[in-house]
Structure formats: C-alpha cells, structure tokens
C-alpha cells in the first residue's frame, strides 16, 4: 500500500489541508514528550516511521520538511507530565501541535491516538501504525524525533550533575546505562516518576 493511500483519498474527495500528527516520547522514563502535525506541501520521497531510519536519513529528511512544509511542535514538560499523566500529555502535546501550524487543517491523520472533542474539532482519522502507513503522519514523526532528541542532548549538555543517565544517547529511554545510574543516584527532575523502575528508584532514596 502506498504511503499516500490516505492522502490521496482524502485529496481526491476535495480535502486538500491534511495534517499528519505524532508523538515522540511516550516510553521514555525522563524527557518531556513532544508531538509534531505536519501538512505536506507536495508529495515527498523517502518518509517512513523515524524509528526505523538512520540519523544522517532522518535529519535529512528534518531539514526537508521543515524547510518545505507547514508545521508545527507541541511540548509537555515532565512536571506537566508528573502532574497530570500520560494520556492528558499525548492530548496536549498533539493540540499545541496542531495549533502551531499556521493553517487550520481540514482533516487530521492522527497515528494511533484518537483525540477527542475538547482537544479539536477537526475531522479526523486515527492509524494504527500510521507512521508507517501514511507519509503525513511519518512526516510529523520525524519532525517530533528530531525535536525531542535534540532536547534530550541539551538536557545532557547543560547539567553536568545527569551525566551519568546519558541522555544524548538513550534520549531517556530505559536502557542498562540509565537504569545503573538510576540504581546509584535516584532519579532526577527530569525523571518521570509514574513509571516503576522510576518510582521505585525514588522510594530507595526516600529511606
């Protein structure tokens, strides 16, 4: 199936505005999660789910969309995060997204996510695995990526005391480096402390 197999219907039945719409960061343990709505101004050759490609791909890809497209960024920080919860966070990362593009669209490709009214009235369709299935919604992944990893290497470059996580490599994501360096310094502010081997390394620290 074609990676505008979505597109190209919603074009040929007179909707012309579509926005693809992704989020980067749910799983990770510490980061902020950032999602990404991207309206393609024509189509574009080598879009796919930004997991799969490589970073020299993937960035030229970024520099591409960004530079040829409406979009838009939306970002919830992890003391919005350790607030209000995952699910409220995937809402308004995708809404301060969608509100970022400088058109309203007509209709939204959404990957997975089904967002409900009180977040927009705009028509929309949600794809399981759309950042693969549909080259909007592989778009606004790539863009949301590059974004979030690019945050994730600031955060480890301006704190010497998280050093140790690696954030410029795992991107806050539970791999054996970040959960050694849990185990020795507890979590951080940038932690999410939800998840268990957050929320236990916590409670270790408490006594």
């Known amino acids: 199936m074609s990676k505008y197999h979505y597109e190209n219907s919603l074009w040929a039945s007179g ?7 992704d989020e980067v960061g749910r799983g990770a343990w510490a980061g902020p999660l950032c999602a990404a709505a991207v309206v393609l101004s024509k189509k574009m050759r080598g879009l796919d789910d930004s997991k799969v490609l490589s970073i020299t791909i993937r960035n030229k890809l970024y520099d591409r969309i960004v530079s040829n ?13 350790n607030r209000f919860g995952l699910t409220w966070a995937n809402h308004t990362a995708m809404k ?7 058109q309203k669209p007509h209709h939204l490709l959404v990957d997975y996510i089904k967002l409900p009214k ?9 794809i399981t695995g759309g950042d693969a299935l549909s080259a ?6 790539i863009v949301a990526k590059v974004t979030r990893d690019k945050l994730m290497m600031q955060l480890h470059n301006g704190d010497t005391s998280i050093r140790s996580f690696a954030f410029h490599r795992n991107f806050g994501y539970g791999t054996k480096c970040h959960r050694n360096a849990l185990a020795k310094y ?3 502010k940038y932690h999410r402390y939800f998840y268990l081997p957050v929320a236990k390394s916590r409670q270790g620290m408490l006594f």
Do not use: H, M
């Not at 012309?16 to 719409?21: D, M, N, R, T």
């Open 15 to 21: 909707i012309k505005l579509i926005a693809g719409v």
């Open 69 to 81: 497209c409406d979009y838009g960024i939306g970002t919830v920080e992890v003391n919005e995060l």
């Open 96 to 102: 301060r997204a969608i509100d970022g593009l400088s």
């Open 118 to 126: 009180s977040i927009t009235n705009i028509s929309q369709t949600s």
């Open 136 to 141: 909007s919604i592989a778009a606004a992944s």
């Open 186 to 188: 507890g979590p951080t």
